[in-house]
């Protein structure tokens, strides 16, 4: 059975750190693209970073050099470390795991973020 547990969010003052893990269940970390998304209220859900089958990785301008994406194939997990928070980093953050063929999509619940001014 597919399933992506998110874990991590939380409140945080700018300039501070927190860690979002993805515990993935069903999920082969060798053929799926996995991603980290966010989204704010009346906005669409945008990319904030992915890790590919080959582990190569790829950030939003908006995130790099302050959040890094990592994987542990062991534990089936996806991190999001998240550095150098900036009010408009507030959203709620979702792990997402993606294959092209054939079609494939999980999303996990969601994890809200908050970054106090």
């Known amino acids: 059975q597919v399933q992506l547990v998110e874990s991590g969010g939380g409140l945080v003052q700018a300039g501070g750190s927190l860690r979002l893990s993805c515990a993935a269940s069903?999920?082969?970390?060798?053929?799926?693209?996995m991603n980290w998304y966010r989204q704010t209220p009346g906005k669409q859900r945008e990319l904030v970073a992915e890790?590919?089958?080959?582990?190569?990785?790829n950030y939003a301008d908006s995130v790099k050099g302050r959040f890094t994406i990592s994987r542990d194939i062991a534990k089936n997990t996806v991190y999001l470390q998240m550095n150098s928070l900036k009010p408009e980093d507030t959203a709620v953050y979702y792990c997402?795991?993606?294959?092209?063929?054939?079609?494939?999509?999980?999303w996990g619940q969601g994890t809200q973020v908050t970054v106090s001014s």
């Open positions: 890790i590919t089958p080959g582990g190569s990785t």
């Open positions: 997402n795991a993606n294959l092209l063929w054939p079609p494939f999509t999980s």
């Open positions: 069903g999920i082969d970390f060798g053929i799926n693209t």
